[in-house]
């Protein structure tokens, strides 16, 4: 089966501009999850879906980040405006609802400059 | 607080030998653990998982061992090759089958030719 697919690979912005970023899932996942991930430090979610719906969202920083699944499937996730602090990688996973296993893309690498 | 953790950052070890990395985790109530392996520039990859009802699995050359009395888990991988050199982090499921996984930092292994 295809992976999840994440595009763009990389990006480099200035502070205070806006980025957004595209997910995929696998085919039938119904859960979507999105993770930022420092530089030297675990993942951390930010935001996780069931189909359209919002799970949590507890983690994203709702002033500068958005994000949205409107037909349950591809998902984008954007920060505006960006800061230094967001230098990243965002990872983006997929599970099929109720599983324990998740599936990860390569992620975005984001440098705020 | 809360969290999962790993007791080394680096692990460095000669090809051919066992490795071990360990995991701290402090939330008694997760009932389920995963390893990944996460190579420069790709999402974290499923290795192995164990569900708190086991204290033990075994995959392909790798082991998980759960120790619920000290909260402790930890990754045998056996005979490592090169190709096993990489970031490993243990994850925590916590909120049942609609949860979300918790990362640590991660241990670096490094294999010796």
């Known amino acids: 089966e295809a992976g999840v697919a994440q595009s763009p690979r990389y990006k480099i912005i200035e502070k205070r501009q806006s980025v957004a970023f595209w997910c995929n899932p696998i085919?039938?996942?119904?859960?979507l999850y999105w993770y930022q991930q420092i530089l030297g430090q675990g993942p951390k979610l930010l935001i996780q879906?069931?189909?359209?719906?919002?799970?949590?969202d507890s983690q994203l920083p709702k002033d500068r980040f958005s994000a949205e699944r409107l037909k349950g499937v591809d998902s984008t996730l954007k920060i505006q405006p960006a800061k230094l602090e967001d230098s990243a990688v965002y990872l983006c996973?997929?599970?099929?609802?109720?599983?324990?296993?998740?599936?990860f893309g390569s992620g975005t690498r984001l440098t705020v400059v | 607080g809360e969290s999962v953790g790993l007791h080394l950052p680096t692990l460095s070890v000669q090809e051919g030998d066992n490795s071990i990395i360990n995991c701290a985790y402090s939330?008694?109530?997760?009932?389920?653990f995963i390893w990944y392996k996460q190579e420069s520039g790709k999402g974290p990859q499923f290795i192995i998982d164990?569900?708190?009802?086991?204290d033990k699995r075994q995959g392909q050359r790798v082991t998980v061992l759960l120790n619920k009395t000290v909260k402790h888990l930890s990754l045998q991988i056996a005979a490592t090759q090169p190709g096993d050199s990489a970031v490993y982090f243990c994850?925590?499921?916590?909120?049942?089958?609609?949860?979300?996984?918790?990362f640590g930092k991660g241990t670096k292994l490094s294999v010796k030719p």
């Open positions: 879906f069931q189909n359209n719906g919002v799970v949590d």
């Open positions: 085919s039938g996942h119904a859960t």
């Open positions: 939330n008694s109530a997760s009932d389920y």
């Open positions: 994850a925590e499921k916590r909120g049942g089958s609609q949860g979300n996984l918790i």
């Open positions: 164990i569900r708190s009802n086991m």
């Open positions: 996973a997929s599970s099929v609802a109720g599983n324990y296993g998740y599936t």
